[in-house]
């Protein structure tokens, strides 16, 4: 090859050099949630609650169960997961479980819980105002705002992802809950800073929702829905 066209290539070839290194070396982790961080909080126990029961399951040892099916989804979608406890008995307060992904700096806080009353199905809860606990009021208008927009992408994903199986029985505000309608807020919406909503995946005191939520295959099914409709909600907080 001549000089003059040896000297004419050498940009060329360095350019393709740097585009060469700037392939990741591990094509497979880049997912829909890489670079995001997702808190998953398996509800209970806490200050306030062991956690209701079904005839099959408690409900403690089913948002477990579904907590680390979900957490080992993510990761494969990309994203870094970080659990408020590290294992199934371990007693967190709800203010601490917001702490934790607080300190994490976590994209997204989902709290996963098992309803007793009403109808059968799942159900999902955003702070819509703000409340008070141990004299902190919270959350900031911010998390208000973009929890309430995650909780509005999630909710029609993971209710189309579980048709057939679980029914859908609402998005509503924090407001409406128990706790919620005395505070203003749940107490781990209170102290979170990062967007949060809670999923009340079944209502246990239906057998078809308690038979669902005790078999692994339900347990991997709710995990599915969660990862997707999650994938919703991280594109809704753009
Ligand atoms: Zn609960």
Redesign the pocket.
């Known amino acids: 090859m001549p000089l003059e066209m040896e000297n004419r290539l050498r940009p060329l070839i360095a350019l393709a050099l740097v585009a060469l290194m700037a392939v990741p070396l591990h094509p497979a982790f880049a997912g829909p949630l890489t670079g995001k961080i997702i808190c998953v909080d398996p509800?209970?126990p806490s200050e306030t609650?062991a956690?209701?029961r079904g005839k099959r399951i408690t409900?403690?040892k089913a948002?477990w169960l579904v907590a680390l099916k979900l957490k080992a989804i993510l990761r494969s979608m990309g994203a870094r997961v970080v659990l408020t406890k590290t294992s199934e008995n371990e007693k967190v307060t709800n203010r601490r479980r917001a702490e934790i992904a607080n300190a994490a700096k976590a994209t997204l806080m989902v709290r996963?819980?098992?309803?007793?009353a009403g109808g059968p199905g799942i159900a999902v809860y955003y702070p819509d105002r703000k409340g008070t606990r141990f004299g902190v009021t919270g959350p900031s208008a911010s998390v208000i705002s973009r929890s309430r927009a995650a909780a509005k992408a999630f909710y029609p994903s993971v209710t189309a992802a579980l048709k057939g199986k679980i029914k859908p029985k609402g998005l509503r505000g924090d407001s409406a809950t128990y706790i919620g309608s005395k505070q203003g807020a749940l107490t781990g919406s209170i102290f979170s800073k990062v967007p949060v909503f809670t999923v009340?995946m079944v209502t246990m005191t239906h057998k078809s929702d308690d038979d669902f939520i005790a078999s692994a295959a339900g347990q991997l099914a709710m995990a599915k829905a969660i990862a997707t409709a999650l994938g919703a909600a991280v594109k809704a907080l753009k």
């Open positions: 509800g209970h609650s956690g209701t409900e403690n948002n996963l819980h098992c309803d007793c009340e």
